[in-house]
């Protein structure tokens, strides 16, 4: 059974670029959670969704960020203008109605602005 | 932002040897829970202790919590090295049921 598929999982770019993240949440999974990781602020719930609607996005840092759940097998995290200091480790997760706490991490995909 | 903190930061035990890793929290939850991570992959959820229970068991996970001092701590017994990883805690605040992840305990299992 496929886990959660985050893509690309390395991205490069230079500052000002629109910069585009994707996730496949696990089939059947009801939540879906974006979270960023850096050495200074450790793990960081960005934003959340419960059946593709978003609950609470009160962990977005600015309006550069934007977040979208089309259909229940994906969703996007995207950051326009791109700027040095959103470079990080950007984490998608999923989980079900009944074990919302419990969740399943994709692998992750690493930013890096220049 | 962080609701949890871990302590230690970092422990480097042998094989065999126990680990024991501690998190401490600040306001009412009710769950919490510890996740492990690789290093360069994503977080993996170990166990779930409600704000009602006092202990829990998994394999060679131990996992207490004492809601009057608000902390919790995690033993590994019989470590391996494949234990290597950091180990995060994660709380459901009451208020508004987000979960927050504490910092994280750098555990190095050496063979």
Known sequence: DAGVIQSPRHEVTEMGQEVTLRCKPISGHDYLFWYRQTMMRGLELLIYFNNNVPIDDS?????RFSAKMPNASFSTLKIQPSEPRDSAVYFCASSTRTARWSQHFGDGTRLSIL | SQQG????QALSIQEG??????????????????????????????ILIRSNEREKHSGRLRVTLDTSKKSSSLLITASRAADTASY????????????????????????
């Open chain 2, 88 to 111: 995060f805690c994660a709380t459901d605040a009451e208020r508004n049921n987000d979960m927050r992840f504490g910092a994280g305990t750098r555990l190095t299992v050496k063979p």
């Open chain 2, 5 to 8: 903190e871990e302590d230690p």
């Open chain 1, 59 to 63: 962990g977005m840092p600015e309006d």
């Open chain 2, 17 to 46: 040897e126990n680990a024991t890793m501690n998190c401490s929290y600040k306001t009412s939850i009710n769950n919490l829970q510890w996740y492990r991570q690789n290093s360069g992959r994503g977080l993996v959820h170990l």
